[in-house]
């Protein structure tokens, strides 16, 4: 069984630190690797996504890494600013034709001014 | 550049009642869509995948079923709903392999369903 771990599950921080969520998962033969970010009662917004053929994106203040070996993946978000309080999903996607997504549980952030 | 829509965005139903959400994708074609369940306290589930015009698959036993009677729509229905059933359903939708690797997966903004 396919499985997604999620630490830590809560995280709070004062502005402008940087800080480090950890995913892991169980099976290496994973096809990609995408990072959400969910605010309250809202869909999911893309944040990253890592192919299985790549080590790390960046996108702004954010970086993701991905060690297939390990079975892990790092968010790590710079200079953190209270805008980024909200629930951080990473995603396992199945190199399947139908392609599904698992999920963990989520980091719930916050950062306080 | 390709969007998706779902609604409505909040809905109350009574127990016992029918159920129709509706999803629907635009600027692409051919999309693998997907219904997911994200109930309180819980992580996102996978409930129902389409690949194309009328092949659904479940992932798990449930009061739900799903249809996709045109390319880009996806329907999640109910004839009878459950208290079990209240929860926030996200459609979502990504292309064949090589789209998905580069492109990922688009989620809709959700549909907040709570059954009284």
């Known amino acids: 069984k396919q499985e997604v771990t999620q630490i830590p599950a809560a995280l709070s921080v004062p502005e402008g630190e940087n800080l480090v969520l950890n995913c892991s998962f169980t099976?290496?033969?994973?096809?990609?690797l995408q990072w959400f970010r969910q605010d309250p009662g809202k869909g999911l917004t893309s944040l990253l996504l890592i192919q299985s053929s790549q080590r790390e994106q960046t996108s702004g203040r954010l970086n993701a890494s991905l060690d297939k070996s390990s079975g892990r993946s790092t968010l790590y978000i710079a200079a953190s600013q209270p805008g980024d309080s909200a629930t951080y999903l990473c995603?396992?996607?199945?190199?399947?034709?139908?392609?599904?997504?698992?999920f963990g549980q989520g980091t719930i952030l916050t950062v306080h001014p | 550049s390709q969007t998706i829509h779902q609604w409505p965005a909040t809905l109350v139903q009574p127990v016992g009642s029918p159920l129709s959400l509706e999803c629907t994708v635009e600027?692409?074609?051919?999309?693998?869509l997907y219904w997911y369940r994200q109930a309180a306290g819980r992580g996102l589930q996978l409930l129902f995948y389409s690949v194309g015009i009328g092949q659904i698959s479940s992932e798990v036993p449930q009061n739900l079923s799903a249809s996709r009677p045109q390319d880009r729509q996806f329907i999640l229905s109910s004839k009878k709903l459950l208290l079990s059933d209240s929860g926030f359903y996200l459609c979502?939708?990504?292309?064949?392999?090589?789209?998905?690797?580069?492109?990922?997966?688009?989620f809709g903004s959700g549909t907040r369903l709570t059954v009284v």
């Open positions: 600027g692409t074609s051919n999309p693998n």
């Open positions: 099976d290496s033969a994973i096809y990609n």
């Open positions: 979502a939708w990504t292309g064949g392999l090589l789209v998905r690797a580069n492109y990922g997966y688009t």
């Open positions: 995603a396992r996607g199945g190199g399947t034709s139908y392609g599904k997504l698992t």
